[in-house]
């Protein structure tokens, strides 16, 4: 069982930035892949971007070269960069860890940190 909770989003300007965490209760070991998803009002979730345990990363195209994300496994907490933020980044950040349990991918999700980014 992995429990995840997210945390450091609020509201910024455009061009600014923001540093979201993800800490999880159990060792993020167990997930073959971390990464955060977004989701704006009248929207569905998307994938904004994954590391596995290996280490590679994915990236939305939307984000690509001004988010980062990164694991630090001692600290079984997971981060987001973001920078150069802009007003069509505004939704509800979450986090989500997929482990193997038994041959099948399980997801686990935190419960979400808003960020707006205002114009």
């Known amino acids: 069982q992995v429990q995840l909770v997210e945390s450091g989003g609020g509201l910024v300007q455009a061009g600014g930035t923001l540093r979201l965490s993800c800490a999880a209760s159990?060792?993020?070991?167990?997930?073959?892949?971390m990464g955060w998803f977004r989701q704006a009002p009248g929207k569905q979730r998307e994938l904004v971007t994954t590391?596995?345990?290996?280490?590679?990363?994915n990236y939305a195209d939307s984000v690509r070269g001004r988010f980062t994300i990164s694991r630090d496994n001692a600290k079984n907490t997971v981060y987001l960069q973001m920078n150069s933020l802009k007003p069509e980044d505004t939704a509800v950040y979450y986090c989500?860890?997929?482990?193997?349990?038994?041959?099948?991918?399980?997801?686990?999700w935190g419960q979400g940190t808003q960020v707006t980014v205002s114009s």
């Open positions: 989500n860890c997929n482990a193997l349990r038994s041959g099948l991918i399980v997801s686990y």
């Open positions: 590391v596995t345990t290996g280490g590679t990363k």
């Open positions: 159990g060792s993020i070991f167990s997930c073959n892949t």
